[in-house]
């Protein structure tokens, strides 16, 4: 499903965020990514979806090299990610139920099954009585909850999340924890990155730990680093 092979990432400026980095995710896996601030995670994850295009080594998707894919082949990627990124992105002058819709617009969806797709989205996460609500009225938990519910409107086969639970309390980190897990018991395959400890003691899922761009340890629950 997902697959690195001595990749390879350097920025403008010479910084180096990944260093020879390889690994498998299956697909129907759920896999958490940790380390510090800094060590890569987000950048392995913008170079699953070709946000950005590693320097050397290859990224398959599907089995397709993600890395060198034409920029108007990009939209058929990542019809099939779902992604949640760190800084929410939500548009502040939208609905709850408009954000969601956006990307089933920019698809193309019609008006019958997309409004379907976005209420089935928003009751998975628990906002559907919020629908007609602007995301500034939202509590932070509630914010994340929706940026789930725009990741997977489209039904995505991969979804991504990066430091999902940063900046939430326990509760609300459990919470979407829980929503993820119902995610991948349907067979979704799901990569998280997060430096939250208590997340990463989610026994039986595998941990790839990051430290300075570099791959330290795969291991499975129980904290994810030597």
Do not use: W
């Not at 299956?26 to 590693?54: D, N, Q, W, Y």
């Amino acid at each position: 499903m997902i697959s690195f092979s001595q990749v390879n990432k350097r920025y403008p400026g010479g910084y180096q965020a990944l260093k020879n980095v390889s690994f498998d995710i299956a697909e129907g896996e759920m896999v958490f990514l940790s380390g510090h601030s800094g060590a890569g995670k987000s950048t392995l994850l913008k170079l699953i979806a070709a946000i950005e295009r590693p320097n050397s080594g290859s990224v398959l998707v599907n089995n397709q090299n993600v890395g060198v894919l034409k920029e108007r082949a990009l939209p058929y990627l990542r019809r099939n990610l779902g992604i949640i990124f760190q800084d929410h992105k939500l548009l502040f002058d939208r609905s709850v139920f408009d954000n969601v819709l956006l990307p089933l617009q920019i698809c193309g969806f019609d008006y019958r099954e997309s409004h379907k797709r976005v209420r089935a989205a928003l009751d998975k996460v628990g906002l559907l009585k919020r629908e007609k609500s602007h995301p500034i009225a939202l509590s932070g938990g509630e914010q994340q909850r929706l940026c789930i519910a725009r990741a997977i409107v489209n039904r995505p086969a991969i979804l991504l999340a990066d430091e999902p639970t940063g900046n939430l309390d326990a509760e609300y980190a459990q919470e979407i924890m829980a929503i993820f897990r119902s995610f991948h018991q349907v067979g979704v395959t799901l990569l998280i990155s997060t430096h939250d400890t208590n997340v990463l003691q989610d026994n039986g899922v595998r941990v790839l730990a990051l430290r300075q761009g570099e791959l330290q340890t795969i291991t499975s629950g129980g904290g994810g680093g030597k």
